[in-house]
């Protein structure tokens, strides 16, 4: 402790809600006498921002059983003041730099059935240039919880602990699965907000991350936006009808990530982007809530177990990355790096389940990437102004799949399905020796298929007729109509 602050036999003392030991302030915004407090206490010395706000969320939602509509507690670490006349100013200003320089924030706002709103925040500091950190939580409750809300709202403790973790480690994981497995009975809507923090080369404060995630009975939405790229993705709650069984929407879900890691290498793109795309498709697609639970049978409109295996078994959805263009040639700045992939799924069904209707599910994917590659190898090229760097190719990525599924009923009757695939790729590969063009080539195909699926639906309910087809026999018939579903491409 500074000498001005300290005696022969005074290493430690407190004023009030501040803390003075060894040349370091600790500032309490309120007495720490409750349990988030012992949270804070513990996690506040440490360096990793993960390990500052672990537990923090659960201790929050815990709070709800005091009663009380609004809590805060926050707590800084700085660096002591070199005389005591100072130390009111420097703990002010701990406090006030912590909720306006943050190095992340975190708020989850949770809406109930009956109007309701709980408000959860957490902010985060961790300056590297001065030692200096802190957290702060705080819980607002707007209204009247009754005990089940209450209830169901401290069941997302877990769910927005793993958010968080997720969110605020040094690679971006989005962990939403269970933050979205929330009883909506009870709970209407869930938004998610979340800001995290960085400083350049330069000392320059930057937004390494920001994130905006929306889920209510109806719609799941997400934004995600870094410095080297976004993704956005939607997925649409409204047609419980045309869902799979748990297991085929498991595998639909591993040939979505399949195909994506497939355009990531035709693309080059960036690999830590494309795992945070797929861990957020994943995340989104792992539950859809209540109505999942109800079985095939029981869902209105649902449709046979035969017909259901010519869909993908997901809800509809959007989603795509972006990658942030780059110019990697400073002596070609139109020759730009880039990445985008978009993949969606819709279904619509016109006409009545109780006569007659149409049942039309579309995927389509969409890759449009450009990149520099290496003459010698597939890695990027060292390039810089000179002639002499100028080595390499630079190819362009065009490719897109379309998958409609179309299956038609009359009288409870399927009269005509049909299964249509058309995939198109192009790549354009230009070549470069000391800045010359030499070569310049465009390499496209385009695959077109249509298969009537009416034959192969009869001649199954032939044969089960006749008792020629196990229930394990079907089971994988089925499962290999499916896999038709998705067309093996880059897309």
Known sequence: MPAELGSDDLTYEILGRIRLNAGQLQVWEQTPNDAVSEVLARNTSSHNIAQRVSGVGSALLEQLSSGAPHYRQTVANTTAPSSRSQIQTQAAKALNELQSQPSASLELRIKTQSGATVTLRIVDQQDARTGATGISAEIQVDGTLSAAEQKAVQALAGGFERAVQSLVGDETQVGLAKLTQFDSTLITRLDLQAKVYGRDDYGVRYQKLGVSFRADTSTREIKIARPDGEVAMSIDLRQPAFWGSAAQKAKAVDKYLARMDQAATRGRADRDLVQMFKSTFASLTASYGAQESNSLATREGALSEDDASWLTGLADFKAQLTATPRISNPRKRQEVDRFQYTVDQTTRATGSAATARTVDQAQNARLSA??????????????????????????????????????????????????????????????????????????????????????????????????????????????????????TSST
């Open 370 to 487: 450009a990149y520099h590659q290496s003459l010698f190898s597939s890695a990027a090229p060292k390039l810089d102004s000179t002639t002499a760097s100028q080595n390499y190719y630079y190819k362009q990525v065009e490719d897109s799949t379309t998958t409609q599924v179309r299956l038609q009923y009359d009288k409870h009757a399927l009269v005509a399905a049909s299964l249509t695939q058309l995939v198109e790729q192009s790549l354009r590969a230009q070549k470069f020796e000391h800045n010359k063009l030499l070569e310049d080539n465009t390499v496209s195909s385009q695959k077109p298929s249509v298969t009537d699926l009416l034959p192969l639906l009869k001649q199954l309910k032939d044969r089960e007729d006749r008792n020629e087809i196990t229930a394990e026999e079907k089971r994988q018939l089925l499962a290999t109509w499916n896999d038709r579903v998705f067309a």
